[in-house]
């Protein structure tokens, strides 16, 4: 443990060196750095010719070999779950292992298992339910289709009595007359005399009637017989008995007269308002009936559909919960869905990731966390990351020469594909270093790269056409000034240039120089004050 923290710490070092002396560089020949930087003598220093030819600048990275497209397995299992079986790492999946679903990862499924058999047991009494409440609908259906008929069959009766004791026109008449005015009042006892009276109350107004005009007859007769019998009497022809006999006989019919009258009267004045009343009444109750017997058939219907509706829902929930658990069943069971080479997700990230998440047998994953990726060995690149300093020349399309480390005699073709619009994460060792992560294509198929090789990349960026040309290390900044020192008679001779692109070794010189003049390659460097070297 110990040694691989020294070895840690040796490389952090060496790291950290690096990356200042890289800065270091570039700020000497961007911004100037300080003015002055070795103590090479003037008399130790090489000259370098000033040409003219065609510069490539070029930017230089290294990266790291992955597939263009891969296949990405990852745990569809909602929360946390632990790897029972995996394929090794570096097994070559097969189209026969594709299409006989060969498992690749297995993880537990014992608390989804239990889970799922509490959702079939729900689902299943959603299922009952809904069929209970599709019965029940359809029950309330007949039931308030019988209802309302045996409603509207009593109102028929209620009206056809109505019609049998007044008349159907004046019923239909006093019907219109109340639905168009709830309202309305109407004396029954006008209609005693008119001639569309039905026949039934048209007949018990007849005979009672009839009997005042028997009882009358009857009366008369009686009367006229009891004078007849005085007579005789007084002359003693007839007894006292007869007499009275006769006398008993009128005073009999004179009252059977009189309840005759009294019963026509009883049957005008209460009798038929009465009965023609009660059964217009029993016809608008009828009606009203009818009213409520559709209004409770309604609300009736709606809490059966309410209640049909309450249970489609619950049966579609718990469905999608049933499905939802399957399918989180079957997600522990991971079958090959293409053909490449088994790479653990662990070992395609970074060293914390490699230690602190690797991916093995007994390790636990959580959703959506990658497992195995599965390249595509047909096309690969190249992923590199593009310090800032030259992310803006670089773009989508420019060509690229591509070296592998593990094949170093052979050089690959290569085509820029895209870069990040944003910069990487900093990272805490070096938080100032802004790069981008840069995606270059390496033409043509070569199955023998594997991902995760280390491969440099050089970026053909721009490429100028007869320019001049010295090395970058010629050029100094003095006093924000950029200058040369070129070979005169009495020595170099301090000289203000101009320049335009560069590359790792050499800068353009726009102005300030001619074609096959002498610039010393090492030019004198004071710290803290000007160079006397004119």
């Known amino acids: 443990m110990a040694a691989e923290k020294r070895k840690f710490k040796s490389k952090f070092v060496w790291v950290v060196f690096v990356a200042i002396f890289a800065a270091g560089v570039v700020t000497v020949f961007l911004f100037g750095g300080k003015e002055g930087g070795s103590d090479v003598g003037v008399g130790t220093s090489e000259f370098f010719t000033v040409r003219r030819e065609n510069l490539e600048i070029t930017v230089t990275e290294s990266g790291e070999v992955k597939a263009l497209d891969s296949v990405d397995i990852k745990s569809k299992v909602e929360g946390k779950t632990t790897i029972i079986t995996i394929v090794d790492e570096g097994t070559y999946i097969s189209q026969e292992d594709v299409n ?26 959603a299922e009952a339910s809904l069929a209970e409440a599709r019965e029940a609908l359809e029950i309330q259906k007949n039931q308030n289709e019988s209802d309302i008929k045996g409603g509207e069959q009593k109102l028929r009766f209620a009206l056809l009595d109505f019609r049998k004791y007044v008349g159907e026109q004046i019923a239909s008449e006093l019907v219109e007359k109340l639905a168009a005015d709830a309202n309305s009042e109407f004396e029954m006892e006008e209609y005693l005399e008119d001639s569309r009276l039905s026949a039934e109350a048209l007949g018990k107004l007849k005979d009672l009637s009839d009997e005042i005009t028997l009882s009358e007859s009857r009366y008369e007769r009686a009367v006229d017989k009891l004078d007849w019998t005085k007579k005789l009497f007084e002359k003693q022809y007839v007894a006292e008995t007869e007499l009275k006999a006769d006398e008993l006989e009128v005073q009999s019919l004179r009252i059977q007269k009189e309840k005759a009258e009294i019963a026509l009267e009883l049957f005008r004045q209460y009798e038929f308002i009465k009965e023609a009343e009660k059964r217009f009444s029993d016809h608008q109750e009828a009606l009203r009936e009818l009213e409520r017997i559709k209004a409770k058939a309604r609300a009736k219907l709606a809490q059966a559909e309410a209640k049909l509706a309450s249970g489609k829902a619950s049966y579609v929930v718990q469905k999608k919960n049933l499905e939802k658990m399957q399918k989180q069943f079957k997600a522990c069971t991971i079958c090959a869905p293409a053909t490449g080479q088994v790479v653990y997700a662990s070992s395609m990230g970074g060293r914390w990731q490699r230690r602190n ?178």
């Open 100 to 125: 006989n679903g060969k498992v690749l990862v297995e993880l537990d499924s014992s608390e989804i298992e239990r889970r799922l058999a509490e959702r079939e047991i729900s689902f299943l009494k």
């Open 357 to 534: 998440r690797p991916i093995g047998l007994g390790e636990t994953v959580r959703q959506r966390q990658k497992i195995i990726c599965i390249p595509d060995p047909s096309v690969m690149k190249v992923e590199i990351k593009v310090h800032e300093m030259w992310i803006d020349k670089v773009e989508a399309g420019q060509k690229a020469e591509i070296t592998v480390a593990a094949f170093g005699d052979k050089t690959f073709e290569g085509v820029v594909l895209k870069k990040a619009p944003m910069a990487d994460p900093e990272e805490w060792m070096n938080p100032d270093l802004k790069v981008y992560t840069t995606d270059v294509r390496i033409e043509g198929r070569h199955d023998f790269l594997k991902t995760g090789m280390t491969a440099k990349v050089k970026i053909l960026m721009d490429e100028l056409e007869e320019v001049l040309i010295v090395p970058i290390q010629t050029v100094i900044n003095q006093e924000g000034k950029k200058v040369c020192f070129v070979a005169g008679e009495n020595g170099p001779e301090r000289r203000e240039v101009e320049t335009g692109q560069f590359n790792n070794d050499f800068v353009e010189i726009k102005n300030g120089l001619s074609e096959g003049q002498m610039v010393l390659l090492n030019p004198p460097r004071l710290f803290g004050e000007e160079s006397d070297v004119e």
